[in-house]
């Protein structure tokens, strides 16, 4: 099974002076694949964009790179049945006319 959680919120992330005191929007854009096996036990996605939301927030990166790989090893860990999952940061208001993003891709 895949799910796929698309979110937007306002946070801390950056490393240049105004982006450690102003809040920016980012939009993050998770797809994981995962073992259902129709037994009940499901992926649930309101726990996913839970967990994405809360590390971002709390833990106010300076870099994208850390943000992702942090974010990845969270649901990677709190959620067993995941099998590979990729997740996309994107922050489209940094440079005027221009979308910033990174991407990870991580199989387990």
């Given at each position: 099974?895949?799910?796929?959680?698309?979110?937007?919120?306002?946070?801390?992330?950056?490393?240049?002076?105004f982006?450690?005191?102003?809040?920016?929007?980012?939009?993050?854009?998770?797809?994981?694949?995962?073992?259902?096996?129709?037994?009940?036990?499901?992926?649930?996605?309101a726990?996913?964009?839970?967990?994405?939301?809360?590390?971002?927030?709390?833990?106010?990166?300076?870099?994208?790179?850390?943000?992702?790989?942090?974010?990845?090893?969270?649901?990677c860990?709190n959620?067993?049945?995941i099998?590979?999952?990729?997740?996309?940061?994107?922050?489209?208001?940094?440079i005027?006319?221009?979308?910033?993003?990174?991407?990870?891709f991580?199989?387990?």
């Amino acid at each position: 099974m895949q799910i796929r959680v698309d979110q937007e919120f306002d946070t801390i992330i950056g490393i240049l002076d105004f982006e450690r005191v102003q809040k920016q929007k980012i939009t993050i854009n998770t797809v994981i694949n995962y073992h259902y096996k129709g037994d009940g036990i499901f992926l649930n996605y309101a726990d996913i964009a839970s967990d994405v939301k809360n590390n971002i927030e709390t833990n106010k990166f300076e870099l994208i790179e850390d943000a992702l790989i942090s974010t990845i090893e969270l649901l990677c860990n709190n959620h067993t049945k995941i099998k590979n999952i990729q997740m996309k940061i994107s922050k489209p208001n940094i440079i005027e006319d221009t979308v910033v993003s990174v991407s990870l891709f991580k199989e387990r």
